[in-house]
């Protein structure tokens, strides 16, 4: 699906920024402004390549990317903090095997890790990793103190040598002395402050797009697949329904878009083992409000609609517009119905996965009720089979990854703590 990318180099990065911020709102903004200082600290090196920086700034820009995985947010924002290996770790492994910067991903493994321990490690971005490490913390400081230039140098010359490396603090003076980075700081940074132009081929922004979807599906090993499967079954069957190619690319994008809101849900209410409360199923359905503003109008109307539309009934029963069947394109129906089968097909903390009678039980009586579009569970029906097959071969390298990444942080988790 990368013909013609609805997601591109001008609203991915938007949409990634706008994503992380749903993580924890204390820490909004936080990866911004740590890729403002880093580009900066690259800019006096002088040394970087136009395309090598542009990744380092996203790797900045997604550095605690783990931070949703673990718990350990609460460390993350004290000034000085210790032992926070679990979100660098997981970090790490998730921009190594499910992004485009694999290159680089080692620097965040090792973006805690003082100047005097580095020598320990086997890495070719440990300046890297440095640099990283001072923005991160003269970011946690102003997010404390403010703009206190003489109290942050203080803190830096002491840090010498001990966490951070002489040559790295140098940079760091130059680069505030040259771009006046603490005043930046308090003025307030956008996007284009870090980099004013994105260029991107398209596969690598699917490339970013499934990150983004992973790092909310991989939460929990119930959901790892949920959204692969749910653009796929949109994808094969406005296929067969005859849609016609910008048609297709619109279902594709939509349901790949659909629960990026979810990253905002906590995780607590997401597999709660039964029947939410009416208090806890008004969060669950706040994703959709969420998506909304992480799409932030980047994305165009059809696609964005299809995406937010994904839990509306025909009937008018759904949420969160209450939208009856006129109102609802044969895309959004399409979205509609494989979000509900992808759910039935899934695991969840309160129940199995359903059989392939069972799910089509469900939705065939769905139908029949007015809830959902005939002529797509018709179609849903006849070709499940096929369907099923194709998802599952799909998802089967997911779930390796999914397990792999799982063992992997555990062996590190080991390594690291001792």
């Not at 009856?324 to 969840?348: F, K, N, P, Y």
Request: glycine share 6%.
């Amino acid at each position: 699906m990368t013909e013609t990318s609805i997601i591109n180099s001008s609203n991915i990065s938007g949409m990634l920024q706008r994503t992380l911020n749903q993580v924890e709102p204390r820490l909004v903004d936080h990866g911004k402004r740590v890729a403002f200082l880093v580009s900066r600290m690259l800019d006096v090196q002088g040394d970087w390549g136009g395309r090598d920086k542009q990744d380092i700034c996203f790797l900045s820009l997604l550095h605690d990317v783990g931070a949703y995985k673990t718990e350990e947010i609460e460390k993350m924002i004290q000034f000085e903090s210790e032992n926070i290996w679990g979100h660098s770790i997981y970090g790490y492994l998730f921009l190594y095997y499910l992004s485009p910067l694999q290159k680089w991903a080692d620097a965040v493994l090792l973006h805690h890790v003082s100047a005097k321990k580095l020598d320990g490690f086997t890495s070719q971005n440990k300046e890297l990793a440095q640099i990283l490490n001072l923005a991160d913390r003269v970011d946690m400081f102003f997010c404390e103190y403010g703009a206190h230039r003489e109290k942050l140098y203080a803190y830096l010359n002491e840090a010498r040598g001990g966490r951070f490396l002489d040559p790295v603090v140098d940079l760091f003076f130059e680069a505030e002395k040259r771009y006046d980075l603490l005043e930046r700081l308090d003025r307030g940074i956008g996007f284009q402050d870090v980099l004013e132009y994105v260029d991107m081929k398209m596969e690598e922004v699917d490339e970013y797009l499934k990150m983004m979807t992973f790092a909310i599906d991989f939460r929990s090993c119930h959901t790892v697949t949920h959204t692969i499967t749910t653009t796929n079954i949109s994808y094969l069957v406005a296929k067969l329904m005859g849609l016609n190619d910008e048609q297709v690319r619109h279902v594709y994008y939509g349901a790949m878009l659909h629960d990026l809101g979810k990253i905002g849900v906590p995780v607590e209410i997401l597999e709660f083992p039964g029947r939410l409360s009416n208090q806890a199923m008004a969060i669950m359905r706040t994703h959709v409000d969420i998506t909304e503003k992480i799409l932030g109008g980047d994305v165009d109307e059809v696609t964005t609609r299809i995406a937010l539309r994904h839990h509306e009934k025909l009937n008018g029963s759904g949420y969160p517009k209450k939208l009856c069947a006129e109102q609802l394109t044969m895309e959004e129906r399409i979205v509609a119905v494989a979000d509900i089968v992808s759910a039935l097909l899934g695991t969840r903390s309160y129940k199995e996965a359903y059989s392939s009678d069972k799910v089509i039980s469900i939705i065939t009586q769905q139908a029949e009720q007015g809830l959902l579009d005939k002529d797509v569970v018709g179609t849903i029906v006849v070709h499940f089979e096929e369907i099923l097959g194709e998802v599952r071969r799909l998802c089967s390298p997911i779930l390796k990854i999914y397990n792999g990444l799982n063992s992997e942080y555990e062996r590190l988790i080991l390594q690291f703590q001792q």
